[in-house]
């Protein structure tokens, strides 16, 4: 879709990609045509627009697993997002793949995320269920695709195919017939795109790791439990047989940093196997492949469900982060009772959009405003939320 390059770029976009890439001059385009930009291929105006947005700001004040509140040195979403787009653009640069758009679904795939992380998610998820539920992931797309209010010739963000794509990481099949373009592959069951197959699995390098870091870091986890995760236990045996005699933070941090340094070399081995025995020409070969050819080796895959399994049971469901998804849930719960049931409740904006959405869908679309008004709340604005609408004593 780009015209010829700009004759003041010294280096095109699609130059040094391998030819599996996704490359400007092969993009399926944006849903509103727009002119080739002037000194960016189309990818990084893309990231460019996801950096600008709103929703990309509102990230820092959002949940990963502790809330915003506990303590300044905890993960955030934005700071998770920094962390998945940079080990994503790792591997990318490694397997000839086109970074920019890595780049771009990596900062985009938390747009949607709720306030209180998974807690918040799944509460919305449960008041939604009778009007069609409520799916980060979805939000993702509908954020940079309508709610995101920035330009004059178009709603949302305008983002390319491609990145559309990478946000979409799975859907129902039900969604993905109103989702058009994006959605087809969840009916015909191709593969997408080797970036977004990629910026997927970065993203779970970046929880799992710095999920056992914060962990650590509140008093939830301790080395000698995290000794069971084999992953765990194998660098912490060789720090400690070429240190021995560290400890604590540095300890830690060592540990961690060898852990995503193994699951990236493995990551960038098996894939860069998996391509070259496929040898796909183009990216539409990498769509009809019939398997993804970005992932791990069996083994890692296994250490990978332990390291996971491990999470869930002692991070997760640990009684001080339940304690906090309790009250996560009820947070969201009593706002959306609240605002389903007068819409008038909400500021001016959102019951306007809620009155219009009623207008062309009935409940449902009611139902969706109230959502997307809560959906786009920051940890903190939902408690102050919660407060006004809860406590006589509190101006609304
Ligand atoms: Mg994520």
Redesign the pocket.
């Known amino acids: 879709m780009n015209d010829a390059p700009q004759p003041w770029l010294r280096r095109h976009p699609d130059e040094r990609l391998a030819p599996w890439a996704a490359r400007d001059d092969a993009s399926r385009g944006r849903r509103h045509p727009e002119p080739a930009p002037s000194l960016r291929g189309e990818f990084q105006r893309d990231r460019d627009r996801i950096i600008h947005s709103t929703a990309f700001r509102r990230l820092v004040y959002k949940t990963q697993v502790f809330v915003n509140h506990e303590g300044d040195l905890y993960r955030t979403r934005l700071t998770?997002?920094l962390e998945?787009a940079q080990i994503a653009r790792t591997v990318a640069h490694a397997l000839g793949l086109n970074e920019y758009l890595v780049e771009a679904v990596s900062l985009a795939?938390?747009l949607g995320h709720t306030p209180f992380g998974h807690a918040g998610q799944d509460a919305l998820n449960q008041c939604m269920r009778p009007y069609g539920g409520f799916e980060h992931n979805l939000q993702s797309l509908r954020v940079v695709d309508t709610l995101e209010e920035r330009y004059a010739e178009f709603p949302g963000l305008n983002l390319s195919f491609e990145t559309r794509e990478g946000i979409l990481k799975h859907c129902s099949v039900a969604n993905a017939r109103r989702l058009g373009d994006v959605g087809r592959r969840f009916i015909e069951r191709t593969q997408p795109s080797l970036e977004a197959q990629l910026a997927n699995l970065a993203?779970e390098i970046?929880?799992n790791n710095h999920d056992i870091d914060d962990g650590l870091r509140a008093g939830l986890l301790d080395m000698t439990s995290l000794r069971d995760i084999t992953l765990f236990r194998e660098q912490h045996d060789a720090v400690l047989a070429r240190h021995p005699g560290l400890t604590g933070r540095r300890l830690i941090h060592e540990i961690v940093r060898r852990m995503i340094d193994t699951m990236v070399v493995d990551l960038v081995a098996t894939s860069t196997a998996l391509l070259d025995a496929a040898a796909p020409g183009s990216v539409d070969d990498v769509r009809v492949s019939g398997r993804p050819l970005i992932g791990y080796s069996d083994a890692m895959r296994g250490h990978i469900q332990e390291m996971k399994k491990f999470l869930y049971e002692r991070l997760y469901r640990h009684y001080r982060v339940l304690r906090m998804t309790t009250k996560a849930h009820r947070v969201v719960e009593t706002l959306f009772a609240a605002f389903i049931g007068e819409i008038r409740l909400m500021p001016d904006e959102h019951a306007g959009h809620a009155r219009r959405f009623e207008a062309e869908h009935g409940d449902a679309g009611r139902a969706r405003a109230v959502a997307d008004y809560i959906a786009g709340m920051t940890d903190r604005y939902a408690i102050t939320e919660h407060e006004r609408l809860t406590d006589p004593r509190r101006n609304g």
Do not use: K, L
């Open positions: 998770h997002t998945v795939h938390d993203d970046a929880y």
